[in-house]
């Protein structure tokens, strides 16, 4: 199983922690991962509502690098899964559109020929890889652990076109969180956006939709909160400190990424997993863990 590996902007410049664990956890699946040279920003959903032909071309430019290679993409950003997934899609659909935005390509002597798929980490795991396949490599459960799973927006929509879980009632993340032995609560905001998306333009109006996030995890007794989005993660554990000074309570909630919670449970120690740059520390979880 080998994909090209589509790490986007935000990842390997503030979360070095998603990059180390999801590289560690696939290579012990024997998920063979291959960097993309050359590869530049996906396209950025903000850019696709200004300038959607500028988001194509930039998205099919990344495509083209991936096909030359013949492996399909596997991003570990969901925003960046959903922007190269729906250009793709697009592209593929619209002859006519492929060929405008391959004119443009041509000054960089560079085609979007459609010949591969992007999928996100997390379809990879759960339905190339399979979660039945991924209970082989637990060696530690999780006992007693509660945990509030976050989707994020860009995962599940839009959803006719990502055609992954249900989006008004998600599973797949959270049977990927219980075969570490964690439960999966139920809590209120769970499909509520996280505010990063309006972090630059409104910070108050953002970091109150995370405190309410935060708030609604804690108050239905999670003991952390897990998620696979880049921008959701930074908002609420790298913004917490300050969420926190705003509401005048400590919330202490730690926030992983979820090949850090598999990680834990596959045996890795905390600082392989890039656990260490977490903001909050994630060390009472370690309680939790017992061999299988």
């Known amino acids: 199983m080998k994909y090209a590996l589509f790490l986007g902007c935000t990842i390997p410049v503030r979360l070095n922690n998603y990059e ?28 696709w509502s200004i300038d959607e032909t500028s988001a194509l071309a930039i998205a099919a430019w990344n495509i083209s690098i991936a096909e030359d290679s013949g492996l399909d993409i596997m991003a ?21 559109l492929a060929s405008k935005i391959n004119q443009i390509l041509k000054n960089v002597k560079r085609e979007f020929k459609g010949s591969i798929e992007v999928k996100h980490f997390i379809k990879v795991l759960a339905e190339d ?24 927006c860009h995962l599940l929509r839009p959803s006719d076109i990502l055609k992954f879980d249900n989006p008004e009632n998600p599973a797949v993340l959270d049977k990927l969180v219980e075969i570490t032995g964690a439960e999966s609560i139920y ?32 108050e239905s007794g999670a003991d952390c909160i897990v998620t696979v989005c880049p921008f959701c993660q930074i908002q609420l554990d790298a913004l917490q400190p300050e969420i926190s000074r705003i509401a ?12 850090q919670l ?21 060390d009472n979880l370690l309680s939790f863990l017992s061999k299988v």
């Open 20 to 47: 180390i664990s999801a590289r560690k956890v696939a290579e012990t699946l024997g998920i063979e991962l291959v960097d993309l040279k050359g590869a530049g920003c996906c396209g950025s959903p903000a850019l």
């Open 76 to 96: 570990l950003c969901t925003g960046c899964s959903e922007i190269l997934e729906k250009a793709n899609k697009k592209l593929k659909e619209n002859p006519q």
């Open 129 to 152: 890889f399979g979660i039945d396949n991924i209970k082989k490599f637990i060696k530690k459960r999780f006992k007693g652990l509660k945990v509030a799973v976050h989707y994020g």
């Open 187 to 218: 809590w209120p905001l769970k499909l509520w956006c996280c505010g990063a998306p309006i972090l630059a333009i409104d910070e108050k109006i953002s970091l109150s939709m995370a405190r309410a996030k935060i708030e609604s995890a804690k």
């Open 248 to 259: 005048g309570k400590q919330y202490n909630i730690p926030v992983l990424l979820y090949p």
């Open 262 to 282: 598999l990680g834990l449970a596959m045996g890795f120690a905390p600082e392989e997993l890039g656990l260490d740059l977490n903001k909050i520390p994630a």
